[in-house]
């Protein structure tokens, strides 16, 4: 895979680079809560623009249906990129079309432009090869060379990750460069004791790469409401919690296979219930009960993990080398729920291993808690990216690099 810095040896200076960026970032209205997707491509964004190139930003952020759509718009990153740069950010105010074309034309050199959300365009993400090449073809034609820097986004066969590439001269950014070594310090060569978590509310979204670990890692954590549907399986009572009842019988054989090759699928001991779903959106006190996570009670749903499963996983991390950490043990976005995600948290923190925190809303759980990001070992900025590459899955935006 080519890198940037042998793109910049070769020279970029004059030229239009197109940057594939992860601008997908939370908004609350026009408002950002959560930049770290933006800061991510910044060493990217800057090393281009500081030797010469016309930078050409583009992005997707959430899921509009292929038509402009304001809520979506990606003119809020825009103006946060100009500000994280010191420089102004000019917008297009479409991606392909003539604001476009006449934006990317008025760059000078190491100025940098952002088009408007990619998904915008039905091409983008269309399951039609002809379709998303015609839109490639035309985001060929803003540009002279490709860097390919949005991780969160190369497990997706789109035009802008998969085609466009083979359309222009490429190399993969700072990001995506270093993502991609990380995930090879946790499947390659690893350092032992390998110790996993995994929470989050699905225990479908992870059966894949749990199916992938049960071979590699020495200790899985399991937390979070995919928590809920393991202990049923296990033959408890889980009262109102979170069941995801077809998976049941997958997740028996996951743990026969855990107690057979020796590997520690670890499971709460204890939960944090009460009647109903807390109020989000005042954050009003929930006044959760604890209870044995084998004895929750029918009327109640389990929200976070306990007092003593706090204690029992710090104790699984603590002599850990090497830790992946995905997804949250509870509903952390609420404070009464949040003790559970921040134990883990600090326990990778209190580690002495390489500590990875696979993206997605760990990620935003690490920021929301007022965790020091640069203590980690490593935050990834693509959770879904991060699983489907430890799953053992080819991902489109990498192959596409490596022609």
Do not use: C
């Not at 860097?147 to 066969?157: I, L, P, Q, S, Y």
């Not at 057979?260 to 807390?278: C, M, Q, S, Y």
Request: charged fraction near 25%; avoid cysteine.
């Amino acid at each position: 895979m080519k890198t940037i810095d042998e793109l910049l040896s070769e020279g970029v200076a004059g030229r239009r680079v197109f940057v594939r960026a992860d601008l997908n970032v939370p908004l609350d209205g026009t408002t950002i809560t959560d930049d770290g997707r933006i800061r991510a491509v910044l060493p990217t964004v800057k090393a281009l623009a500081e030797a010469g190139a016309r930078v050409v930003v583009a992005s997707h952020l959430g899921r509009p249906k292929g038509a402009p759509d304001p809520a979506f718009s990606l003119a809020p990153a825009a103006a946060r990129l100009g500000e994280l740069l010191g420089a102004d950010v000019a917008f297009a105010t479409d991606t392909v079309g003539e604001s476009a074309a006449s934006t990317v034309a008025g760059l000078a050199d190491g100025q940098v432009a952002v088009l408007e959300n990619l998904r915008f365009n039905a091409g983008e993400t269309s399951k039609d090869d002809a379709e998303r090449a015609a839109f490639a073809d035309r985001l060929a034609a803003l540009a002279d060379l490709y860097v390919g820097d949005g991780f969160g986004a190369v497990h997706r066969k789109h035009a802008s990750v998969y085609d466009l590439p083979a359309r222009l001269p490429h190399a993969a950014g700072y990001l995506i460069a270093t993502e991609v070594g990380v995930l090879k310090k946790l499947t390659e060569d690893v350092r032992r004791p390998y110790v996993v978590a995994l929470g989050g509310a699905k225990v479908s979204d992870k059966l894949a790469v749990i199916d992938q670990l049960l071979g590699k890692a020495d200790r899985i954590l399991i937390g979070g409401g995919m928590a809920y549907t393991f202990l049923k399986a296990k033959g408890h009572e889980i009262g109102a919690s979170l069941l995801q009842e077809d998976q049941i019988p997958v997740v028996r054989e996951y743990l026969e296979r855990a107690e057979k090759t020796g590997v520690e699928l670890v499971l709460p001991v204890d939960t944090l219930v009460a009647a109903e779903f807390p109020d989000m959106r005042t954050k009003a006190p929930a006044h959760p009960e604890t209870v044995a996570a084998d004895a929750i009670p029918a009327d109640r749903m389990g929200l976070d993990i306990g007092p003593e499963t706090r204690k029992l996983y710090a104790s699984k991390l603590a002599d850990a080398a090497t830790v992946f950490w995905n997804g949250p043990m509870g509903v952390f976005e609420h404070p009464d729920y949040a003790e559970g995600t921040r134990a883990v948290a600090q326990a990778l923190l209190d580690s002495p291993g390489f500590t990875v925190v696979g993206g997605g809303d760990s990620a935003a759980a690490v920021r929301t808690l007022g965790f020091d990001e640069q203590a980690f070992g490593h935050i990834s900025t693509g959770g879904g990216a991060s699983l489907e590459y430890l799953e053992g899955k080819t991902l489109p935006g990498l192959a596409a690099l490596e022609d």
